[in-house]
């Protein structure tokens, strides 16, 4: 990989905590503009909204809480993207570049996860206060899920051959964006399953399987030799310290698909076979408890690290919403598979836990465009 490359950043990731990136601790770093690396503030209220609607008879006043949190993700879904258009109607190589470039590619799944988050995430919320709506928020949650699965597919398998046959640099738990996608696809799949038709049934379940397994495998092999680099050559640096939540977003979305599917598969397997699904489903929830356990610890560590040194702000802060919120919805829906209320539990503390990132991300991020409009961002 040649210097130059190195340090080429686009402008959708000029602000994304990346390795070798080592800005002064506690400087400002521009923001970069409207475009997928904004997305991960779509993908984190969208799911804080729907775990709040989940939890609502745990946690006082948290189904108002979800209406006013989805419109803040709706809000975030509908700006960024009218942004990024009108960006690219202006300079029409913003798109081209925003694809080719590597370091932006991942970005790219941010986009499938936040449309997909806030189809879902609506399906529940609205319908809670608006039921003659429900038939037309499924309709729209389908056209969202086919857009978000085809953007998150096509980053996956474009991320993968870009890096075929090319020295790429140092892994990085960034490029495990380009790869957790696909999972997301996978439970709200398995989700809308019951809501299309009987012809379409099997093929949505089936494309939910396929993407569970893709990001499954891709995800171990990036995440494995991006842990394996930074615990052996090169440990994360300060400004990238939240990039280590990454990886937990697989975690607790494959614990999550793996019981969404097994609720909605009764009618791809065979007679008699439906609680062995729920079975493996629980199984594979207590392998991956077991395996995040101390990887919690170690991003939790990363974190205080990163906040007792002073990282600067950047938009890899959100990196603390999603997979967070991932291991609640995991949590909650494997308390569901083992019928288990210490999971329900530990699902509810997630999800407080999610409303101060979310809060804390919001309030960063405005303060951050703020002074950037006001032209106070020091270089």
């Known amino acids: 990989m040649s210097l130059k490359f190195r340090h080429s950043v686009s402008a959708d990731a000029?602000?994304?905590?990346?390795?070798?990136?080592?800005?002064?601790?506690?400087?400002?770093?521009?923001?970069?503009?409207?475009?997928?690396?904004?997305?991960?503030?779509?993908?984190?209220?969208?799911?804080?909204?729907?775990?709040?609607?989940?939890?609502?008879?745990?946690?006082?006043?948290?189904?108002?809480?979800?209406?006013?949190?989805?419109?803040?993700?709706?809000?975030?879904?509908?700006?960024?993207?009218?942004?990024?258009?009108?960006?690219?109607?202006?300079?029409?190589?913003?798109?081209?570049?925003?694809?080719?470039?590597?370091?932006?590619?991942?970005?790219?799944?941010?986009?499938?996860?936040?449309?997909?988050?806030?189809?879902?995430?609506?399906?529940?919320?609205?319908?809670?206060?608006?039921?003659?709506l429900s038939g037309l928020v499924w309709t729209l949650n389908t056209g969202m899920w086919l857009f978000g699965t085809a953007v998150g597919v096509g980053s996956t398998f474009g991320f993968a051959v870009r890096l075929i046959g090319v020295d790429r640099g140092s892994p990085t738990t960034i490029w495990g964006l380009a790869v957790v996608a696909p999972m997301v696809s996978s439970t709200t799949g398995a989700n809308l399953v019951p809501h299309v038709s009987e012809i379409f049934d099997p093929y949505v379940q089936v494309v939910s399987i396929a993407c569970f397994f893709l990001s499954l495998f891709v995800g171990l092999i990036i995440f494995a030799c991006s842990y394996n680099h930074q615990w052996r050559v090169e440990p994360i640096p300060v400004v990238a310290s939240i990039s280590a939540w990454i990886p937990l977003g697989v975690v607790g979305q494959s614990t999550a698909a793996a019981q969404a599917m097994a609720t909605q598969t009764e009618h791809l397997v065979l007679p008699g076979t439906h609680a062995a699904m729920h079975n493996l489903a629980n199984l594979y929830g207590w392998f991956m408890l077991v395996m995040g356990i101390p990887l919690v610890a170690f991003v939790v560590g990363m974190t205080i690290r990163g906040f007792y040194l002073k990282m600067p702000f950047t938009l890899g802060w959100w990196a603390m919403t999603f997979p967070l919120g991932t291991l609640a919805l995991g949590a909650t829906l494997f308390a569901r598979g083992t019928e288990l209320s210490f999971f329900t539990w530990l699902g509810a503390f997630g999800t407080v836990c999610l409303v101060g990132t979310v809060t804390l991300c919001l309030v960063a991020s405005t303060r951050a465009v703020i002074m950037q409009m006001r032209g106070i961002v020091e270089r």
């Open 14 to 132: 000029s602000s994304s905590p990346r390795q070798g990136t080592h800005p002064r601790n506690g400087s400002r770093i521009p923001l970069p503009p409207a475009g997928p690396a904004w997305f991960p503030s779509v993908m984190g209220t969208g799911l804080l909204s729907n775990l709040l609607y989940m939890h609502a008879s745990h946690l006082p006043g948290a189904h108002v809480l979800s209406a006013i949190v989805l419109g803040i993700a709706w809000l975030l879904l509908i700006g960024l993207t009218c942004g990024f258009i009108f960006r690219v109607v202006r300079k029409p190589g913003a798109m081209g570049h925003s694809v080719k470039d590597f370091s932006s590619m991942p970005f790219w799944a941010t986009v499938s996860m936040g449309y997909l988050s806030v189809g879902s995430a609506s399906t529940v919320v609205i319908p809670s206060f608006l039921p003659e």
